[in-house]
């Protein structure tokens, strides 16, 4: 299985569960609070997945680029806090599953785990169980209101925020109140910043061409033609992460887009004025970490990298 096949079947699925997109998402949920680079070490967790014909599909963790492989299945979502590792994924027995610190726990056997976010010691996991949305908090499963994919979770005051779809509408839930964002569409990823809530994700044009769209507090603003993955704010600065009409990536900052040529985007991740883009090396067909215009190549055969995390620590 080439990593060309791998990626277009990855995208089949990507595009079919509303996007699969915010499987693959993450972000600085830390409203990119940093400390002086001088004074701190940078450590850096992506999740994702490699393939071979003799094991077949295995998630993987990588820190600071070097690999360890978890279950049979793909990673899709990393998330640290304190000196805990948590990671949210997809067994190949379609099992949702969410690993603290290399120990498996299952939460669906008949399911995904999409996104992972931890608040207040609270672990918070979104996906699909059969036909449904769901989110558990610290392993209790709640059915969202519809049916259809939670995508993205983000945690602000005790507000749960998900982003998902419902049938075929892009959708935000708040405390598990349903808003409708767009009749025809999928919301892929969530952020909150002080009392505004942005979604990325996807509609249509008056073409029906596809098209990334930022809600900021409900109303919406189409961005470029493509697929988004993620929405991050920084400081006073809004990045989406996406991809163009030709799955080539595309970072949107306060309205101006940079097409990146070399890598299909997944998952980003922004820490004060460090971009981060995890996904799938165009010309080299595999994993790839980008930050700030350099590529880094991750080890393992035919990868794919779907969420990058950053921790900076204090010397």
């Known amino acids: 299985m080439t990593g060309t096949t791998k990626i277009k079947t990855m995208k089949k699925v990507f595009l079919c569960v509303a996007l699969g997109a915010a499987m693959f998402v993450s972000c600085d949920k830390n409203n990119g609070n940093d400390n002086d680079p001088k004074n701190e070490t940078i450590d850096v967790y992506v999740a994702g997945s490699t393939w071979t014909e003799e094991d077949g599909e295995q998630a993987v963790l990588w820190k600071n680029g070097v690999a360890t492989t978890l279950f049979s299945g793909e990673a899709y979502s990393v998330f640290v806090s304190d000196n805990d590792v948590y990671v949210a994924g997809t067994t190949d027995k379609k099992e949702a599953v969410l690993l603290k610190n290399g120990v498996k726990t299952v939460l669906s056997t008949a399911g995904g785990a999409n996104d992972v976010y931890v608040s207040d010691n609270d672990v918070y996991v979104v996906g699909y169980d059969g036909d449904n949305g769901v989110l558990w908090k610290n392993g209790a499963k709640t059915v969202l209101a519809g049916s259809g994919n939670a995508n993205s979770v983000f945690v602000s005051e005790s507000n749960v925020y998900v982003a998902g779809v419902d049938g075929d509408r892009a959708t935000m839930w708040k405390n598990n109140v349903r808003t409708i964002l767009a009749e025809s569409g999928s919301a892929s990823s969530v952020f909150v910043s002080g009392t505004d809530v942005y979604v990325a994700g996807n509609g249509y044009d008056e073409n029906w061409e596809r098209v990334v769209i930022l809600w900021k507090n409900e109303n919406p603003t189409t961005l470029f033609k493509g697929d988004a993955q993620t929405v991050c704010v920084s400081g006073n600065d809004v990045y989406v992460i996406g991809n163009d009409e030709s799955e080539k990536a595309v970072l949107w900052k306060n309205g101006t887009p940079t097409s990146i040529s070399n890598v299909m985007a997944f998952g980003g991740y922004v820490s004060g004025s ?38 900076k620590s204090k010397k």
Not at 278 to 290: C, P
């Open 274 to 311: 460090d971009v981060y883009i995890a996904g799938w090396g165009i010309n080299n067909e595999s994993a790839v970490l980008w930050k700030n215009g350099t590529q880094t190549v991750l080890p393992g055969e035919d990868g794919l990298a779907y969420s990058v995390f950053v921790v």
